[in-house]
């Protein structure tokens, strides 16, 4: 059996799936970093989601729910109304936002979920990553404001399961520079870390760790090291370490408190849970290569971005006195 598109829909009708494509971009000549969503929940919505972080208007958030028979996909395209997703770009618009925007597909797919794992159903979310590293142009617009897009970095990601996380950390960063602050084309870093619950108690963190660096993939998700690489996370940052073949990657993120947008999610079956997103994070890594002879790690490379990661926290429970934009 052929293995479905990064892109295709996964809902197969029935009740207890939620399914979620976003994708996160920072704007290096203003700064300003932007989330879209296109989501469903059956039984349930559909819904889009926007919004901007602007360092001159502050946080703009806004959704819309629609009813699920808005929700569409063909081949090559999903539609929520008339907000269209494809492989080479993004439109849509409501209320006071819209966004037209175009890429060039960055060739193949990255998935956080070994196939092992998925084919035993031990992972009740699954996250892929169509589109790794763009550079996207078009046009976004937002009260008082109009962005006009040349080559900003970012991502497209789509997520499909029966239920998120207890808590989580995820990162992105395409936009990577070198220490002599050159950039480092085709260079990128996706990750997540989850805790889940299972037979009454938290167990995690697991965490698989994608990437490009020096024209070679990064893969750490084999069972094994998601198990195994270390993690530890909280609403502002994230430190991590992940080990694929002979290579090692350090992870550093910062994310500054009053730049994460709140926003709530729900299962399918109605649990909520709290996620805090900036595309205006930092992101400092140190890249490793095994060295027999040194019988050690030897230092390759180190790279960084400075406000121009994207971030998310989340968890089950509200953090105290953070804003909710969206709910």
């Known amino acids: ?81 008339e907000a269209v997703l494809s492989d080479r770009g993004a439109t849509g618009g409501f209320d006071d936002v819209a966004w037209d925007l175009r890429w060039t597909p960055s060739g193949r797919s990255y998935k956080h979920v070994h196939p092992v794992a998925e084919r035993l159903g031990l992972a009740q979310s699954v996250l892929e990553l169509p589109h790794a590293d763009l550079a996207i142009e078009g046009t ?3 009260p008082r404001a109009s962005l006009e897009l040349n080559g900003a970095r970012g991502g497209q990601a789509h997520i499909w399961g029966s239920k998120h996380a207890d808590n989580w950390a995820w990162v ?3 936009d990577l520079h070198n220490d002599r602050g050159e950039p480092v084309p085709g260079a990128f870093v996706d990750a997540v870390s989850v805790r889940t619950r299972r037979g009454g108690r938290e167990i995690g963190p697991f965490t698989p760790v994608v990437g490009r660096f020096g024209g070679r993939d990064f893969l750490s998700v084999s069972p094994l090291r998601v198990l195994t690489n270390w993690s530890s996370y909280a609403l502002t940052g994230w430190r991590f370490e992940a080990i694929a073949d002979a290579r090692k990657l350090i992870v ?51 790279f960084g971005a400075q406000g121009r990661a994207h971030f998310e926290y989340a968890q089950r429970t509200p953090v105290p006195d953070r804003e909710l934009h969206l709910t």
């Not at 598109?5 to 399914?19: I, K, Q």
């Not at 000549?29 to 059956?42: E, F, L, N, Q």
């Not at 993120?253 to 805090?276: F, M, N, Q, S």
């Open 172 to 174: 992105h960063c395409n």
């Open 1 to 81: 059996m052929p293995r479905p598109s990064p892109n295709a829909l996964r809902w197969d009708g029935r009740p207890g799936h939620y399914e979620v494509y976003y994708l996160t971009l920072t704007d290096g000549a203003s700064g300003v970093g932007v989330w879209i969503r296109y989501t469903m929940t059956a039984p349930g919505e559909a819904a889009l989601w926007f919004v901007a972080d602007d360092p001159a208007r502050g946080m703009i958030a806004r959704k819309t729910v629609r009813p699920i028979d808005q929700l569409r996909s063909e081949p090559g395209e999903l539609r929520i109304g």
């Open 252 to 302: 550093e993120v910062d994310a500054e408190r009053d730049h994460l947008a709140g926003v709530t999610y729900h299962d399918p079956d109605g649990d909520p849970a709290y996620c805090y997103n900036t595309e205006t994070a930092s992101i400092r890594l140190h890249l490793y290569e095994r060295a027999p002879r040194a019988r050690g790690w030897v230092h390759d490379g180190a």
């Open 140 to 142: 976004i617009t937002y």
